[in-house]
């Protein structure tokens, strides 16, 4: 008997709405002891970066507050919420929210930087 076993997908994946960023439980699991996130663009690999920050960081006064966004962690998903956050994306990486409701692209979680780079041009069907 010649069986191939089907595995778990551990790929993480990030869809992004017109107002929020909702993780799948592979990426979001990253999260669960953050307090917040910072929220950047990378121009070379055309990623965005979302960086787990803890709490003694905000409190030592490492990061402001208005550079700070909040990561709501739920048993099967995580999510950022603010419009504000996907207008600044648009702002350096095209999405037309007119030509489709959402956009699910791939994600990898980088330990040494704390941060997950969300790959914009790797789509997920």
Excluded at 11 to 23: D, F
Excluded at 81 to 102: M, Q, R, W
Aim: aromatic residues 12%; charged residues 25%.
């Amino acid at each position: 008997m010649d069986v191939q076993w089907f595995s778990y997908n551990t790929t993480g994946t990030a869809t992004i709405y017109p107002t929020n960023i909702t993780l799948n439980t592979t990426a979001a699991k990253h999260f669960e002891n953050a307090y917040a996130t910072l929220i950047g663009y990378e121009t070379q690999e055309k990623s965005l970066l979302i960086k787990a920050v803890n709490k003694d960081d905000v409190e030592k006064g490492l990061y402001k507050d208005y550079n700070l966004y909040k990561i709501a962690i739920k048993p099967s998903y995580g999510r950022i919420t603010g419009k504000a956050v996907i207008d600044n994306l648009c702002k350096y990486h095209p999405l037309n929210f007119e030509e489709a409701n959402s956009y699910k692209v791939e994600c990898e979680w980088n330990d040494k930087n704390r941060t997950l780079a969300v790959f914009l041009e790797r789509k997920v069907k």
